[in-house]
């Protein structure tokens, strides 16, 4: 989720001395970590016990005080990225952080995700919204807790007000947004839109048998669709849309009992995300009333998203699902034609607030289709997102898991519940069950692919409802299984070209599974060497058949790189020199072969739009390779120079130089008193197409990683306390608190850490003891 770039929309003054009083007293927003205080809102005492790294492990006497209990931590360690995420859904970022915020908070405003939010909790059961309700108190009284407010509070001079339960369930629609696919393909369908459609689908096919771009899109292509609203190029920018917003991806896998030494099966997850500071994850422990489950949670969000409890493990990544669609509708006068019928669109019009500055209005014009996204030209484009159109379950979704007493049972649950957030779900139980199923809400098309933008004026092509059969396994043959965001066998699984387009490449899975096949006695050390695998496994597909030309001399030195690195299994550690060899040489590649094709701002869209995921390679390459001769020598040549000039001679690069780790806190570069709020650089092996994922920008100065795993998470099901996590951070949120950073180094590093579950366990690995009472 893209949730850092709010941060930078506002600029922050720092120069008063109230600035330098409030950097000075930056620990004072600690919260209070051991003693006794009452919480208004509690049923009864409430123990929150915290490990060395500031994890929590909460016990109730009852559920809804353990759902109390989390709100109340979240409050006291990520109180602003809590509020902010709130403030993003409602519209209301401009109140905090000023005029940059407007378009955003306009078109965020107009799609009514409070009023979405609150359908959600209205049709949600007793027991989902008691959850609710008892968290929304926990965060409040959290809140209050505090004896000043964070410190981005007091430099933006804001308050935090109370907050609501359709706040938390609001919150779950831009997280279903977030999981959005291939509207980034659409938007470059329109920006390549003087390539023909067989270039166009040689170059997003990533799978051989994707269906063809289709037919329609020879007309369209050649339509003036004006320029992007102010608001969709803000929400886009800000939320994920963009070439550069969209980058999630996961791995997540379990094997059973029949493979793994214990006779248990172990499951393992490492969603990859773009990263921000404070962590995207929150890591809990929970137990209360027939409530006892620990894992990760959103601050925000009342559940255990990744986890186990007692019997059941659960793990999730991306399906890549198409949710997002750009329909073309005809003008009519003052009206558009949906489906055969004139329509007037509706104009949303709404008030924002904006600090220092009046307020102002901004109208958001609405078709029942969507929002129109375009101003100006011959046709009106409007964005249709399944999110707006579903009758999201998501809030009891969530909440089932950490009730789920047998891993199919709790398949069967949450397979036919609506979902505004499409996931891979993988689950393990002690009774030596495992299985995988796709679920969430995915529109059902008809007409047309979704892979560019179509007509919708006539009818023909359209949505009808949701698809009502996803892919899933369930005990399979082999005794493990994964999911790497990859495209499901479409002669096994229905409906796979249905769901989405846009695939990643097998990759990462195909890597995954090779691995797991090996490993008859499967251990939680061998998962967690799993995740930190760094092999290249794109270079391992590609680079035999691009390297298969006679190199000229000033592309021999490269070559000859390349070619060895097979030796070394193309592992793209922090000293290979083939791995900076591997980087240059693609993005030159790209650049000679499609020198013909595009100028130079295509390009640069080229090249944010792929990705080190998922690129021209995947597709249909020879398709344009064989137009370019001499493009290989030529880009290795380029290569050859390039690391010349930054390491001396090829044979001297280093990876992990080239490409660092920076995990920046979104103030300090507003301000070098903010600096130290950074996470400390450091070099980051791996790449996009590696176990152990860390993507890059091709197209920014620095190539720092720009997603990766966002933590990393295994689940051993004959004894919890051998659980491990690690993430790139810490629980809190608050930069003087000493559980800010204080998982960092073991990521980096490539350790791990515990995670107690029992009693006995957590009791010794018990630093602080805080006693929340009524």
Not at 598 to 624: K, Q
Not at 684 to 699: E, M, N, Q
């Amino acid at each position: 989720m893209r949730i850092t770039s709010l941060l930078a929309l506002g600029p922050l003054l720092l120069s008063s001395g109230c600035a330098l009083f409030t950097l000075a007293a930056t620990k004072r927003s600690n919260p209070t970590l051991d003693g006794a205080v009452s919480a208004a809102g509690v049923r009864g005492e409430i123990t929150i016990r915290r490990d060395a790294l500031g994890v929590p492990h909460i016990d109730a006497g009852n559920e809804d005080d353990a759902w109390y209990g989390l709100g109340y931590v979240h409050a006291q360690d990520r109180l602003f990225q809590l509020d902010l995420r709130r403030r993003v859904a409602h519209g209301q970022v401009s109140a905090l952080l000023g005029e940059r915020a407007i378009e955003l908070d306009a078109f965020s405003g107009a799609m009514q995700l409070e009023r979405l939010g609150r359908e959600a909790l209205d049709r949600a059961d007793d027991a989902t919204r008691s959850r609710v309700r008892a968290y929304v108190d926990g965060v409040n009284a959290g809140a209050a807790s505090l004896k000043v407010l964070p410190v981005e509070y007091r430099l933006l001079g804001a308050e935090f007000t109370p907050f609501d339960e359709v706040d938390s369930t609001a919150m779950l629609f831009l997280m279903g947004w977030s999981l959005q696919e291939n509207l980034d393909h659409e938007l470059g369908a329109l920006a390549f839109d003087h390539l023909p459609s067989e270039d166009l689908d040689a170059l997003f096919s990533t799978y051989p048998d994707t269906p063809p771009i289709d037919p329609f899109w020879e007309e369209l292509r050649t339509l003036d669709y004006g320029q992007w609203t102010k608001g969709f190029e803000a929400w886009t920018a800000t939320m994920g849309g963009r070439p550069e917003g969209n980058s999630q991806a996961s791995n997540n896998w379990v094997v059973s009992g029949e493979r793994t030494a214990s006779g248990m099966p172990i499951l393992a997850n490492d969603p990859h995300l773009v990263q921000s500071v404070p962590s995207i994850w929150y890591p809990a422990h929970l137990k209360g009333g027939d409530l006892h489950a620990a894992g990760v949670s959103f601050p925000g969000v009342p559940a255990i998203a990744i986890g186990h409890n007692e019997r059941v493990a659960w793990g999730m990544t991306n399906v890549m699902a198409d949710t997002v669609d750009l329909a073309v509708l005809e003008r009519d006068g003052d009206a558009v034609v949906v489906r055969g019928q004139r329509e007037v669109p509706e104009d949303r019009t709404l008030r924002i607030e904006v600090k220092d500055a009046d307020p102002v209005e901004r109208t958001v014009r609405f078709t029942s289709l969507g929002p129109i996204v375009n101003e100006g030209g011959d046709r009106v484009m409007v964005m249709r997102w399944a999110g707006l159109d579903t009758a999201d379950r998501s809030p009891e979704v969530l909440g089932s898991f950490a009730h789920a007493t047998s891993a199919l049972g709790l398949l069967d649950t949450v397979e036919p519940m609506a979902s505004v957030a499409p996931q891979n779900l993988v689950v393990a139980d002690v009774d030596g069950h495992i299985g995988w199923s796709q679920i969430g809400s995915i529109p059902r098309r008809h007409g047309f692919t979704g892979r560019v933008p179509h007509p919708a004026s006539d009818g023909a092509a359209h949505w009808d409802g949701f698809l009502d059969e996803l892919p899933g396994l369930r005990d399979p043959e082999a005794g493990y299984l994964a999911t790497a965001n990859h495209k499901p066998d479409p002669a096994t699984q229905p409906n796979v070209d249905a769901i989405a387009t846009a695939y990643l490449p097998d990759h990462r899975y195909g890597r995954i599974m090779d691995r797991l096949a090996e490993l008859p006695q499967a251990t939680p050390a061998d998962m967690h060497a799993l995740h930190k695998d760094v092999r290249e496994n794109a270079a391992a597909r590609y680079l035999p058949d691009l390297l298969d030309i006679q190199p000229s001399p000033e592309a021999a030195t490269c070559h000859a790189l390349l070619e060895g690195w097979a030796e070394e299994d193309y592992m793209a550690t922090v000293d290979s020199a083939p791995a900076a060899a591997w980087a240059f040489f693609q993005e030159e590649l790209f650049r000679a072969t499609f020198a013909d094709r595009l100028d130079s701002d295509d390009m640069h869209f080229l090249l944010d739009l792929m990705g080190t995921g998922r690129n021209p390679l995947d597709g249909d390459f020879d398709h344009f390779l064989s137009q370019t001769p001499g493009a290989v020598d030529q880009a290795l040549a380029r290569a050859c120079d390039r690391l010349t000039d930054r390491f001396g001679s090829p044979e001297r690069a280093e990876w992990g130089e080239l490409r660092t780790l920076q995990l920046a806190h979104p103030f300090a570069a507003q301000s070098s008193l903010l600096k130290g709020w950074n996470m400390e650089t450091r070099a980051f092996p791996g790449t996009a197409a590696s176990v152990a994922c860390a993507d890059y920008d091709w197209t920014a100065e620095e190539w720092t990683v720009g997603f990766m795993a966002s933590m990393r998470l295994v689940m051993p099901l004959d004894d919890f306390d051998q659980s491990t996590f690690v993430h790139p951070g810490g629980p809190s949120g608050q930069p003087k608190s000493p559980f800010y950073r204080s998982h960092y180094d073991a990521f980096v590093d490539g350790g791990t850490t515990p995670f107690p579950f029992s009693e006995e366990a957590v009791r010794a690995a018990t630093v602080h003891t805080l006693v929340l009472q009524p």
